[in-house]
């Protein structure tokens, strides 16, 4: 088994935002030589999110619109006390700062379409997305 591991930084510019990171991904799996495998993506930040959906813009409109019904701004969480970005955090740990794609014939095992993002809830940030991709 071989392992081979990267991070690329994001620079978001936005409180809430999202970033595309498929093609990076897609970049990183092609250097690693690895054809069956998983790719495990992670993100060392607790005020933002990876997750894995279709590429279209109006869903990714609608996924911002339900996080703010869900985790509103400016509630009178406890932990605004300390720095006033708990609907942040709660963002962040309903949605996870982790994923795992399987790897197969050196190509992600996604459908047409599928894409991983960053979602950013405390922005603008400068964010770590880590990469390591096991496999022969």
């Known amino acids: 088994m071989r392992i081979h591991t990267?991070?690329?930084?994001?620079?978001?510019t936005n409180p809430l935002e999202g970033h595309d990171i498929g093609k990076t991904l897609e970049e990183i799996l092609a250097k690693s030589s690895i054809?069956?495998?998983?790719?495990?993506i992670f993100l060392?930040?607790?005020?933002?999110?990876?997750?894995?959906?279709?590429?279209?813009?109006n869903l990714k409109e609608d996924?911002?619109?339900?996080?703010?019904?869900l985790v509103p701004y400016h509630?009178?969480?406890v932990h605004n006390m300390i720095d006033n970005n708990a609907e942040a955090h709660l963002k962040s740990i309903f949605i996870g700062n982790y994923t795992?794609?399987?790897?197969?014939?050196?190509?992600?095992?996604l459908?047409?379409?599928?894409?991983?993002?960053l979602a950013e809830f405390d922005g603008p940030r400068q964010r770590s997305v880590i990469v390591k991709i096991m496999g022969v």
């Open 6 to 12: 990267e991070k690329f930084g994001i620079k978001t």
């Open 75 to 77: 509630s009178s969480y």
């Open 100 to 109: 795992a794609i399987p790897v197969t014939g050196a190509k992600f095992d």
């Open 63 to 69: 996924f911002e619109i339900i996080l703010q019904k």
């Open 35 to 40: 054809v069956d495998g998983v790719c495990h």
């Open 44 to 57: 060392p930040h607790t005020t933002a999110a990876i997750y894995m959906n279709d590429c279209e813009e």
């Open 111 to 117: 459908k047409e379409g599928q894409t991983v993002y």
